[in-house]
């Protein structure tokens, strides 16, 4: 096998009628490609990254080996994928954030299963083939992060350690994929919280950072390879080490980059202040988001526990508009014992708060979070389910979305939903009037950015 030049296909399962998600360069997949890339010779493995067509794409390509990532609530499009691989008899690799926290989901069409972060366990993988010419089990059995099948037992190797240096893994391969002014890094990997209903805390468990020269060398790659203006930084939560974004300020600085390019990035109301947002305000920060999700405290604390409170919410949106940062928020509606006058009071909270932008969503059962156990108690999901269902865009999914409120019916939650979006919609054509161009901005990044604390770990999923 070593004097054959291998064809790996990478496909992103993602919903290609969702142009928030077709927006978003699969970055997980460029950070495979690229350690692939250092660990090997140039000529040795072909690379391709795709996320349609895969039946065609397959049929051209003519890949040795083909990669699936994806997230729970695309996962039947991985299933479809892998089927189809699997009719032309190509072994198959699987990661992500779903195969991660549910691998007893795994497929028979699925030969590998990779839990967890990607980078080393894809470099092992790659010896072995590469030696091999197939994936044997008495080789994955020494692969730490897999699951695979041994006849009717999944086989689960031991866990593998998250990459301690951080720096050691290569910025992904944009050069797979179509980049804009305006794109997205990750600067750091994990979250220190724990919100019940997020995934992708779970995925990774723990909070590393890319250094500070790290982040702006790619900053600065981007604005000279590819004309990047603006970047958002995709991260769960930015701000977590301030003496970090100093360095990043001061670096942009050196770089003769601070003001030519603007950021975005994620906030947690209870850790801005005054100094934080100076700093932010210095970085050329424009705009934030927020997982606020409620106005009222009872539900505040069951989804983001104690560490925040509506205070906190209030005192950052005030901030924020005084240092001309925009702040933008996320709520989630929709908590079992929540009740009509609690998202009621959200709703006053959003009026009370002339925040610009906000979303709202109602509460999604996750794989991998508490809210997940909270639905299988109840028989409400499972592991042979619909996939699709866990959609987080009620509107287009209301008729199907699991409903977890034990004091609303779905069309209570419907009407509720409208009752958002209205005064949404009020906004928009108010502040447009006022300030086209500064709501178009705004607009753009709230498409991007909103959704963030629930679904956007699409582009995490390693």
Request: hydrophobic share 40%; with cysteine.
């Amino acid at each position: 096998m070593s004097n054959m030049k291998i064809k790996f296909l990478l496909i992103n399962a993602i919903d290609i009628t969702k142009s928030l998600q077709t927006s978003l360069p699969p970055l997980s997949l460029g950070y495979l490609v690229s350690s692939l890339r250092n660990d090997f010779e140039n000529d040795l493995i072909d690379f391709k990254i795709v996320d349609r067509d895969v039946k065609n794409e397959i049929k051209k390509y003519k890949p040795d080996i083909v990669g699936i990532t994806s997230v729970s609530q695309n996962y039947n499009y991985a299933i479809q994928y892998a089927k189809i691989a699997k009719k032309s008899k190509i072994p198959v690799l699987i990661g992500g954030t779903h195969i991660t926290v549910l691998p007893t989901t795994l497929t028979r069409d699925m030969d590998v299963a990779v839990i967890g972060e990607g980078e080393e366990a894809i470099k092992e993988l790659f010896s072995i083939y590469l030696e091999k010419g197939k994936f044997d089990k008495k080789d994955l059995i020494k692969v730490s992060g897999l699951a695979f099948w041994d006849g009717k037992k999944l086989v689960q190797t031991e866990k593998r350690a998250p990459i301690a240096k951080m720096d050691t893994i290569p910025n992904p391969a944009r050069d797979l994929m179509r980049i804009e002014k305006c794109t997205h890094v990750f600067s750091s990997r994990g979250c220190p919280y724990r919100c019940v209903f997020c995934a992708s805390s779970r995925f990774w468990n723990s909070t590393r950072f890319f250094s500070a020269k790290y982040v702006v060398a790619e900053v600065k790659y981007l604005y000279e390879h590819f004309g990047v203006r603006e970047i958002d930084f995709w991260d769960d939560l930015f701000i977590v080490s301030k003496p970090r974004i100093k360095e990043i300020v001061s670096l942009l600085r050196k770089e003769k980059l601070l003001g030519k390019i603007s950021f975005s990035c994620a906030v947690r109301s209870n850790l801005i202040d005054e100094s934080m947002a100076k700093l932010l305000k210095k970085m050329n920060i424009k705009g934030v988001s927020m997982g606020l999700e409620s106005g009222t405290p009872r539900i505040l604390n069951y989804l983001k526990g104690d560490t925040v409170n509506i205070k906190d919410h209030m005192r950052a949106i005030r901030i924020f508009k005084k240092y001309g940062i925009e702040p933008s928020a996320s709520f989630i509606i929709g908590s079992p014992s929540e009740t009509r006058e609690e998202i009621l009071q959200t709703f006053k909270f959003i009026k009370d708060s002339k925040l610009r932008g906000f979303g709202v969503y109602v509460l999604t059962p996750l794989p991998g979070t508490p809210i997940w156990e909270y639905a299988k108690k109840r028989g409400m999901v499972n592991e042979k389910m619909d996939w699709s269902t866990l959609n987080v865009e009620f509107l287009e999914n209301h008729e199907e979305a699991i409903i977890l409120s034990e004091t609303l019916t779905r069309e209570e939650l419907y009407k509720l939903i409208m009752l958002f979006k209205a005064e949404q919609k009020k906004r928009y054509i108010i502040d447009f009037i006022k300030h086209p161009v500064n709501v178009l901005r705004v607009l753009y990044h709230q498409v991007k950015k909103l959704v963030h604390p629930v679904t956007l770990y699409l582009a995490r999923d390693l």
